[in-house]
């Protein structure tokens, strides 16, 4: 197959080179598989280190992915993309410099250097900058009147590359916040904290030709993540959350928000009767005539936004965590559902490798590690 010409994701495309078939379907007993939560504590210096070294072996696997992936298809090199990467680096060490002194700690304690590890919370931006990305999600929040009890409670599954490393850390920062945060290999996270602010992303894409040199997502998510309450996290997003992903935020006190980026634009988005869902295609008509989801592979896109929120309305004032279990282990349209499976019919092996609810009333983040049609959800919390 020739790859050069072809617009393949940076996921996908390690897909291609790790793995050749997978098979999935029928009716299976759903198992339990649980994260060994990494307890990270702290100045950012010491956090990054304890995640660093505990995770090492996860964080060297997704930094051989990632170089392996621009040598094969595009023949860039190892140097090539660290140079890439210190492009960003005195726009986000101004931006967060906590981050910055957590990422030091991280690659002394994985035994790698700090332009590694920073390199990797730059490869969402880099997919597209090498003309690849790719990683679908379904995501929904949802509170007061549409839940039961007024609990508000968000999730999403996460679609990637199967086999990509992930990680679950508990966090306590010296400020005497603590956070729940699932890593993924380094370049992406989904975190709850003690504040009862927890998020859900989306892949969103504009043409590569309105891409700026803005700071990765990556980047951008911690310290939003950091702030004690929604108001300051969304005033970050606002600030620097520009480009490639749909940020939806929710907190304890029953409010949910999203918020829809572009290269140079961002669209605040407010709930319809307590419910907001998205998926990988813009809502903020402005933004809709650069939308690229078809771009993606990912025209099942518009059936999971309109699905989830079908199965959402059918529910209404009676939405649970088990519901919504439940709803996340859709398979309409499949394989190309909510729970997504690998389609066999296609050469790009791509499913759900994670299911992930919020309680954010109780605090409590269950997670299904794989498809939730086939693993059940673990409760984990503070």
Request: glycine share 8%; with cysteine; proline share 4%.
């Given at each position: ?48 280190k304890q995640y660093g070294t505990a995770c090492k072996e996860n964080i060297h696997k997704s930094l ?319």
């Open positions: 197959m020739k790859l050069s010409k072809m617009r393949l994701s940076l996921f996908v495309v390690f897909s291609l080179i790790m793995i050749s078939t997978l098979a999935y379907g029928g009716e299976t007993v759903r198992e339990k598989k649980k994260f060994n939560v990494i307890e990270c504590s702290g100045t950012p210096y010491e956090i990054g051989a992915m990632h170089f392996g992936v621009f040598k094969v298809v595009y023949n860039a090199s190892k140097e090539e993309i660290l140079a890439n990467a210190k492009k960003f680096l005195p726009a986000a060490t101004k931006f967060d410099p906590e981050l910055i002194e957590m990422l030091k700690g991280e690659a002394e304690g994985a035994g790698v250097s700090f332009d590694e590890v920073f390199a990797l919370r730059c490869m969402i931006e880099f997919g597209e900058y090498y003309n690849q990305i790719k990683s679908l999600c379904t995501s929904f929040m949802a509170t007061g009147k549409a839940t039961k009890g007024g609990k508000t409670i968000i999730g999403q599954n996460i679609d990637w590359s199967p086999d990509f490393p992930m990680d679950l850390l508990r966090i306590k920062h010296s400020n005497g916040l603590e956070q729940l945060t699932l890593a993924f290999g380094g370049v992406l996270e989904w975190t709850m904290s003690s504040a009862g602010l927890g998020i859900v992303e989306n892949l969103i894409l504009s043409p590569p030709e309105q891409q700026r040199l803005n700071i990765p997502c990556g980047l951008v998510i911690p310290k939003a993540m950091r702030q004690k309450n929604i108001g300051d996290a969304l005033g970050v997003f606002c600030e620097a959350g520009r480009g490639l992903l749909y940020y939806g935020l929710g907190s304890a006190e029953g409010d949910i928000i999203g918020i829809e980026s572009t290269p140079d634009d961002f669209c605040v988005l407010q709930p319809k009767d307590d419910i907001l869902v998205h998926t990988n295609h813009y809502l903020t008509p402005k933004f809709q005539k650069g939308d690229w989801v078809y771009k993606l592979g990912a025209a099942d896109s518009y059936i999971r936004v309109q699905r989830i929120e079908k199965i959402m309305k059918k529910q209404y004032g009676n939405i649970t965590v088990e519901t919504m279990m439940d709803a996340l282990r859709d398979h309409n349209n499949y394989p190309n559902a909510i729970c997504r499976h690998v389609d066999k019919d296609k050469p790009i092996p791509f499913k759900t490798v994670a299911s992930i609810i919020y309680d954010l009333d109780e605090k409590i983040m269950y997670i299904a590690y794989g498809n939730p049609c086939k693993y059940d959800y673990v409760k984990y919390g503070f």
